[in-house]
DNA sequence: TAGATTGTTAATCGATTAACAATC
DNA sequence: TAGATTGTTAATCGATTAACAATC
């Protein structure tokens, strides 16, 4: 890692797929591999992956192609897999708590230290072996502990009313599950949108235009 | 609905988000709005609104600005959202289970009429109303409901596994949450991703990034 | 050395934004 | 009619692809 200045979005959402391909690769073996012969198998060009790349830096060796263990490495450095952002969870609904229970999250840059819920009857049991804790305790346990990150996984009114809240206590990132768009009219933290809505009528579209 | 003909995918994933938005509106009691408010609210530019619109057809009117039930039932139907395609869905886990219960399919475009799974014990299992069948019985099920999409919320090796085998039974959409790119040599199918892990990387790279 | 493949510059393509005539 | 705002064309910007000299 070494160039980058605003790289943009467009290449960071590739990297996660470099990174799921190349681990593939070393699973099975393959410790070298050229961008022609990743670019195949990936259904993409070998001019847009090395483009991607040298965003960061120069990764590869004229005439060999790239070390697959190594630029696995580079990428997860980049993406940052090896921090531990400490990451706090809103909602232990059903959303919430597959989240919670399903995530690698150590494997991917964080470490889950709290989840929350306003709803009395779920405060004190256990997922993922915290115990989901009253949402009126949260400003306290910011202050205590000092997350970087929360999962949104409340609805809309919720989401709205708490962004603000934990953005003043500190959260820099959202992973935002919820209906808002939570962004607007705050430059401070950045958010990663999971629309699992917009996706599926996406999906409707795309159908509906192939069955034409 | 009257013009289109090969709309960028860019265009497409933005409906969702007018269509949100333009809900969201009609709940609050607003009728009418220009493309110049409707931008402003939305964080994107007037042109943008009035190019994506105008992929479709002229749904405003000059000088008035665009009738907010009217669009909001346009973009609906764009998206085929009062469509009923039969869906299944296969993986009765964790994940499989929130979005069978979760998701509003109805008002998306889609009827959930199967769900499978091969571990025998969830077999029979009754959930948002419909049992759980075994795996194997899948082949006979889309002979005789003859589904169109299918949600994937099974593991890497089995997607890999029913994928192709799906698409042999007629089914022409796939909802993936695997971390399997099904698409890849297959030109009758559209699938519409969700990597989970992917979108926790890229919000691991921006806080990274934002907190240098 | 010859062959392969990168890193990087240039060319192309597509998407976004700006401008404005048409028109309600 | 005058003012507002669209639909649409033109200009700009950014992202992808192609080409090729550098070099392992």
Known sequence: M?????????????????????????????YRISSKELALRMGITASQIRQDLNCFGGFGQQGYGYNVEQLHAEI??????????????????NLGRTIAT??????????????????????????????????DTIDEFCKTYQPVT????????SALEYADRLAALGI????NFSHLDISIGNDDIVVENVH???SLMTLSYKIHDALK
């Open 76 to 93: 997860a450095n980049i993406l940052g897999l090896d921090k531990k952002y400490k990451l706090i969870l809103l909602g232990a609904g």
């Open 102 to 135: 399903q995530m690698k999250f150590e494997e991917q840059g964080f470490e889950l230290i709290g989840i929350f819920d306003k709803k009395e009857s779920l405060i004190g049991e256990v997922i993922r072996g915290l115990p989901v804790r009253s949402i």
């Open 2 to 30: 070494s160039k980058r200045e605003d790289v943009s979005i467009s290449v960071i959402r590739r990297l996660p797929r470099y990174y799921r391909f190349l681990g593939d690769l070393l699973k099975t073996g393959v």
């Open 196 to 198: 699992l809505g917009d």
């Open 150 to 157: 929360a999962v949104f996984c409340i609805p809309k009114n």
């Open 172 to 175: 820099k990132g959202f992973w």
